[in-house]
């Protein structure tokens, strides 16, 4: 899962900073690379998180385990939530780097009507 993570990540980066020679699709490109380290941390700490209150990344697994122990209710599992929320927003959050280049495409459309 992780690799597709990072594919996405990449994917991404390549995208917002197809148009490099441009200043401004260069520096979102930049933007949106440090935004996906922020997110791959966040991302990795929990899993780290995981594999050590768990001993797997196995779905299943982990969530057999914490079915079965009442007691997981608390910080670990608060901390483990808020990390992997971290990353998803890290990665969600690349999208918003793009805002200026959609308004441009957008009225280069409409200046074709």
Known sequence: MFVGW??????????????????SAANAGKK??????????????????IVREF???????VFNAISVNTEWHG??????ALLLVLG????????RFTSGSRTQWKAQRLSLL
């Open 6 to 23: 990072e594919g996405v990540g990449l994917a991404s980066y390549l995208l917002i900073g197809f148009y490099f020679k441009k200043d």
């Open 88 to 95: 998803a927003a890290g990665n969600r959050r690349r999208s």
């Open 32 to 49: 949106a690379f440090i935004v996906n380290r922020i997110g791959d941390f966040g991302f990795l700490l929990a899993m780290f998180l």
């Open 75 to 80: 910080g670990i599992l608060t901390a483990i």
């Open 55 to 61: 001993g797997s990344l196995d779905f299943t697994h």
